[in-house]
C-alpha cells in the first residue's frame, strides 16, 4: 500500500505533547537495546514514522510515552524479521522469537541473558512493561505475548511447507500475529493502570477485542518501514540492517 496514502477521520487528532522529545529517546532507545545498530537502519526506521504512531495512543501528559514509542518499535522491526527473500527461510526470526518466549515462561528472578539484539530489546520492553505491575496482569500479558509470538512461527511454518490456507485460515492467524492484544497491555502499563480480570475477562471486553483484530488484520500491512509480509520484497528495511545479530 502506498505510504502517502490519505484517510479522513472526523475527528481531531491528538498527541502525546512530549513526542518530539519522546521519538528522540526512541531512536536512542533502539540504538542502546539492539533493534536499530547502524545508519541505514536508523534512518529507514526514521522514516517510516511507526515511533510516532505510538503517540497517537498516548495522549495524556502523564502516561509513559515512551513505553509506546519502543513498544511500536519493537512491533515494526520484528515483524520485518520474518521478511526475507523468495525462498529463503526467516530461521533468525524463528530463533529470536523462541528466545523471547522462553523468557516470558521463566520466573523474573531468573534471567537469561538474550543472544540477539532483538531478543535484548524485547526483554528490555518487557521488563519496563511489568515494573510495579501485579502478578496475575504479568501472567496475562505474557499469555498474550506467546499467542502472538507462536502465531508468528504459525505463518512462518505455512512459508516453508508450501501450504496455502483458505483466507479464513489465513485470517484467523493473521488476528494473532498483529499483536492487538500485547498493544493492549502496553497502553495499560503506559496509562499506569490495570483493567480487573473480571472486566477483561468479560464478553463485551472480548468481543471488542476480537472486532479490533477483524478489523484491523486486513489493514496491517498497509504502515510499516516497508512494503508488506510475502515473497520476492525489493525494498530495503531496518530488519536487514543487522537487528537480528547476536550482541557484540
Known amino acids: 500500500m502506498p505510504q502517502d496514502a490519505e484517510f479522513f477521520m472526523p475527528y481531531p487528532r491528538r498527541s502525546h505533547p ?22 541505514s ?23 509513559d510515552v515512551d513505553l509506546l514509542t519502543n513498544g511500536m518499535a519493537f512491533h ?5 524479521f520474518f521478511d526475507t527473500p523468495s525462498g529463503q527461510p526467516a530461521d533468525a526470526a524463528v530463533a529470536a522469537a523462541l528466545e523471547m518466549a522462553d523468557l516470558l515462561g521463566r520466573p523474573a528472578l531468573s534471567p537469561r541473558p538474550p543472544t540477539t539484539r532483538i531478543g535484548a530489546a524485547f526483554a528490555r520492553l518487557w521488563a519496563d512493561m511489568t515494573e510495579g505491575r501485579s502478578a496475575e496482569w504479568s501472567r496475562r500479558a505474557a499469555r498474550s505475548w506467546l499467542d502472538y509470538l507462536y502465531a508468528n512461527l504459525t505463518e512462518e511454518a505455512n ?18 500475529s498483529i499483536a492487538v492484544r500485547p498493544t493492549l497491555h502496553l497502553l495499560e502499563a503506559a496509562g499506569r493502570f490495570e483493567v480487573p480480570s473480571l472486566a477483561w475477562h468479560s464478553g463485551r471486553l472480548t468481543t471488542a477485542r476480537r472486532h479490533t ?14 512494503e508488506g509480509r510475502g515473497p520476492g520484497r525489493t525494498q530495503p528495511r531496518p530488519a536487514r540492517h543487522g537487528g537480528t545479530g547476536p550482541l557484540p
Open 213 to 226: 483484530r477483524r478489523s484491523r488484520g486486513p489493514r496491517q500491512r498497509g504502515h510499516g518501514p516497508g
Open 159 to 176: 512459508r516453508r511447507t508450501g501450504e496455502v490456507p483458505t483466507v479464513d485460515e489465513h485470517l484467523e492467524v493473521r488476528r494473532h
Open 76 to 80: 515494526f522491526i520484528f515483524d520485518d
Open 41 to 63: 537502519a536508523v534512518a529507514l526506521y526514521a522514516a517510516s514514522g511507526v515511533a510516532e504512531f505510538g503517540t497517537d495512543f498516548c495522549t495524556e501528559a502523564g502516561d
Open 18 to 39: 512530549d513526542t518530539p522529545a519522546a521519538l528522540e529517546r526512541n531512536i536512542q532507545w533502539a540504538r542502546q537495546f539492539g533493534p536499530l545498530p547502524t545508519d
